[in-house]
């Protein structure tokens, strides 16, 4: 099992209060959360520059899709988790190897795929 504690996340959600629920879920489970951000050019822009080990990211945010943050994670070979309420039905097929945690969530299913997504990457999100 990997130990969460001190890793970096970048929060990428345009709900307010459910962005809060989740840094509190993350701060429980020992992450330090280095950037929350609500829209999609502030998640790009995050996503190109700052520090962090993994994002977790709401996919729709008030309306624009956040698929081109995933493509920025994903060159930096940065793991990311899908948060919606839509399920993986909203998922584009080339991000079929991420984790999709379906919203509401508990802070037993977040710490499950945080668990399931670092023991895929194992060191390397995309190889």
């Known amino acids: 099992m990997a130990d969460l504690t ?9 709900e307010g209060a459910v962005a809060l629920l989740i840094e509190s879920m993350l701060e429980e489970l020992g992450c330090h959360v280095t950037a929350s951000v609500a829209t999609l050019a502030k998640a790009q822009s995050a996503a190109r ?33 899908f948060s919606t309420g839509y399920g993986r039905v909203g998922v584009p097929e080339s991000f079929k190897e991420c ?29």
């Not at 001190?6 to 345009?14: A, K, N, S, T």
């Not at 080990?53 to 995933?70: C, K, R, S, Y």
């Not at 977040?110 to 997504?117: A, D, G, P, R, V």
């Open 99 to 127: 984790e999709v945690l379906n919203k509401p969530y508990t802070i037993e299913e977040l710490s499950t795929k945080l668990q399931s997504m670092f023991s895929k990457s194992d060191g390397a999100a995309f190889d």
């Open 49 to 81: 520059s700052d520090a962090f080990d993994f994002a977790l990211l709401d996919i729709n945010l008030n309306g624009e899709l956040v698929f081109p943050v995933a493509e920025i994670l994903k060159g930096r070979q940065l793991p990311f988790i």
């Open 6 to 14: 001190g890793l970096r996340v970048l929060v990428v959600e345009d």
